[in-house]
């Protein structure tokens, strides 16, 4: 592997999954937030915030993960080296 | 293939192998091995719980036919939700072998101690952690909503590409390729990340502080399962809904 190749595949791994794990960060903080909030308002409906707050907080994890996909993929398959 | 060796600077206690295959041939085709070893438990033990639920119905159900009947009313829920009371009964079978399959899949990676056991090449793990199998799950997804919908309105079914202007049927178009993509992408990053992650801390720290994380790709690995079978329902659900 040309050494230049890996060393901006490193450095593009690095970015692309801390890059992208900013907005589901903020958006996950937000959505935790409102659901304490609905909780601390209506104690007898926690059930249901709990389970729409864990599916929308998969649905937000995926978007770090696609950046994620796309590290491991220029660490392990990377596509430019021969 | 480039592969980075961490196992030069660890106890050789685990090591990471992302891209290497056990490969077999199969009439010209290569196939992953260490994939089909682990779908075919997976395969194995949802039949023997099928079986073994269903083998003696009873009125007042012994404890197999409960579990069975508990796990049975869990997924038909996730159908019911997502495509409706009136039109969700035909879609129960599809979204519960989904449901169980994947969660099969994913536990399988998660509980059993599968590096215990050598294989040739590469590593039994989840079969979920391989590409192939959950962009496979997630095209099957894509065959069974367009059949739903194709089913139900006939050829009016692709109305929908010019509803609710004729200017967004790219974008209509683009979604049927972006569908499948996210579903398999997001359960396939988030079962590799899960095991990667514990082989990571495993090589830093063998005992014990990899257990929480453990902890939690059990969790993830079922939420994940959860999240593909709704969405496949609210794919379908959006196909066969009428107007």
């Known amino acids: 592997m040309d050494s230049l190749i890996s060393a901006a595949s490193v450095v593009a791994a690095g970015l692309s999954i801390g890059l992208a794990a900013i907005g589901p960060g903020i958006g996950q903080g937000t959505a935790a937030a409102s659901a304490v909030e609905a909780i601390a308002r209506q104690p007898e409906s926690e059930n249901s915030v709990r389970g729409m707050l864990l599916l929308s907080l998969a649905f937000m994890e995926a978007l770090t993960i696609y950046g994620l996909v796309v590290a491991l993929s220029v660490l392990f398959a990377n596509p430019f080296t021969s | 293939m480039y592969l980075f060796n961490l196992t030069n600077t660890s106890l050789l206690l685990s090591d990471v192998s992302v891209g290497v295959h056990y490969y077999w041939n199969i009439g010209g085709f290569t196939v992953h091995g260490q994939v089909f070893i682990i779908i075919w438990l997976v395969v194995f033990f949802l039949l023997a719980l099928a079986l073994i639920g269903t083998s003696k119905i009873e009125r007042i159900p012994g404890s197999a036919q409960n579990f069975v009947e508990i796990i049975l009313e869990t997924t038909t829920d996730i159908a019911k939700n997502q495509i409706g009371e009136s039109l969700y009964r035909p879609w129960i079978p599809f979204i519960s072998t989904l449901f169980l399959f994947i969660l099969g899949c994913n536990w399988a990676g998660a509980l059993l101690p599968l590096k215990l056991f050598e294989i ?19 095209l099957l997804v894509s065959i069974f909503y367009f059949y739903g919908g194709l089913r139900k309105k006939g050829l009016g079914y692709f109305k929908r590409y010019v509803q609710p202007t004729p200017i967004l049927l790219p974008i209509n178009i683009l979604e049927d390729f972006t569908k499948p993509l996210s579903l398999s992408f997001r359960l396939f990053g988030n079962i590799l990340a899960d095991e990667l992650t514990v082989t990571v801390l495993t090589m830093l720290v063998p005992l014990l502080i990899p257990l929480p994380i453990m902890c939690l790709g059990f969790f993830a690995s079922s939420v994940q399962a959860l999240i593909f079978s709704t969405l496949a329902a609210a794919y379908i659900a959006e196909a066969v809904e009428t107007h």
């Open chain 2, 120 to 138: 040739p090449a590469g590593e039994l793990a989840s079969p979920t952690n391989d590409i192939n199998t959950t962009v496979a799950l997630a």
